[in-house]
């Protein structure tokens, strides 16, 4: 009889890992298979490494700093038109903020979940989608925290389209082409690698600060 | 000027350049226990190292194999790429001198002795 993990298991085993990845892991895992038990505990520690190692991998700190910086700007600006009183009010762009860093959550995970060999001209915008769906659920389920509706609205469309167009225009890391046998780090070198200098973190935060203050000194 | 490779990385590429055309995540897995000995490593933490060798350009992967022992899947198997050797060969270049200082100071190690001098500092006037 042949000894191997239920198919329950490898099947929510399966789910839980990326696609990019799953065959091998999904194999190694069998291969060492000893027991029920053994596999439960293998899974929950082996699953979250690759996930996050995914996530690495496909995630660009450059975009994924754009996108923040935009999401964070179109919120800001929806809320100085629609709502001015929750920008002055007691942390209210700290609730700005919230969406923003969901949506770029959301995305990553997304992007460490998408299959590299299945690609539609309109995929770029199935992450962001799925972001802004995400963040309207926390929206709805912690009120203390939400944004008034108007705002919340224009701000996922106008930062759907800013997200979107980025992501058309910088496909992400996961979407672009695969060569066979080429290593992921040729891939990289179109990009910029990001290093955390100064400079880097200074710019944009300075760029995002003065758009702010020009908001608010209207 | 080759990016510097950590201690865990440098068990993982010896284990892949020892496998030669073996070096699937399960065999890296278990030489690189065999290497790291006593300390245990994870399967996980191999395969976070393979990804970010990978991305530095070090190793190269492809898939292939699927045994029915795997359920029909297939392997990923990994081969050290011309970048990757040179940095191995840094490191290892980098431990035999630190080894040949150690062992002129404390004695050889083949013989399972460590001839440990006495601390006895000797204060200057």
């Not at chain 2, 020892?18 to 030489?31: C, F, M, N, P």
């Not at chain 2, 530095?56 to 790429?81: A, D, N, V, W």
Request: proline share 7%; glycine share 6%; charged share 20%.
């Amino acid at each position: 009889m042949e000894s191997g993990p239920s198919k329950v298991a490898e099947i929510i085993a399966g789910w839980l890992v990326p696609p990019a990845c799953r065959e091998e892991i999904l194999g190694d895992m069998r291969e060492r298979y000893r027991s029920g038990l053994r596999y439960f505990l293998e899974a929950a520690h082996l699953i979250p490494c690759v996930i996050f190692s995914r996530i690495c991998r496909t995630t660009d700190a450059v975009l994924a700093l754009m996108e923040v910086a935009s999401l964070y700007t179109a919120f800001v600006i929806v809320a100085k038109y629609f709502d001015p009183v929750l920008i002055l009010g007691r942390s209210g762009f700290a609730r700005l903020a919230i969406p923003p860093v969901i949506v770029l959550a959301t995305m990553s995970l997304a992007d460490a979940y998408s299959v590299p060999q299945r690609r539609w001209p309109l995929k770029p915008l199935v992450a962001p989608t799925l972001g802004f769906a995400v963040a309207y659920t926390e929206q709805s389920m912690y009120r203390q925290w939400s944004l008034p509706p108007s705002v919340f609205a224009w701000g996922s469309g106008t930062g759907l389209l800013l997200v979107s167009t980025l992501r058309l225009e910088f496909p992400s890391i996961a979407d672009q082409p695969q060569a066979a046998h080429a290593p992921a780090f040729w891939q990289k070198l179109e990009l910029v690698p990001l290093s955390l200098s100064p400079k880097n973190v200074l710019v944009p935060c300075g760029i995002l600060l003065a758009v702010i203050l020009y908001l608010l000194g209207r | 000027m080759l990016a510097s490779l950590g201690h865990f990385e440098q068990i993982i590429l010896t284990a892949i350049l020892s496998l030669r055309d073996e070096a699937y995540g399960v065999t890296i897995h278990e030489k690189a226990i065999q290497l790291a000995a006593p300390k245990n490593i994870s399967l996980g933490a191999v395969y976070v190292t393979l990804d970010r060798l990978e991305d530095k350009g070090f190793i190269s992967s492809c898939l292939s194999g699927s045994t029915p022992q795997r359920g029909g899947r297939s392997k990923r198997f990994y081969r050290l790429e011309a970048l990757g050797e040179r940095a191995l060969e840094e490191s290892a270049a980098t431990a035999k001198r630190v080894w040949e200082t150690v062992a002129e100071v404390w004695g050889d190690f083949a013989e399972g002795v460590r001839r440990r001098p006495k601390w006895s500092p000797v204060r200057p006037r």
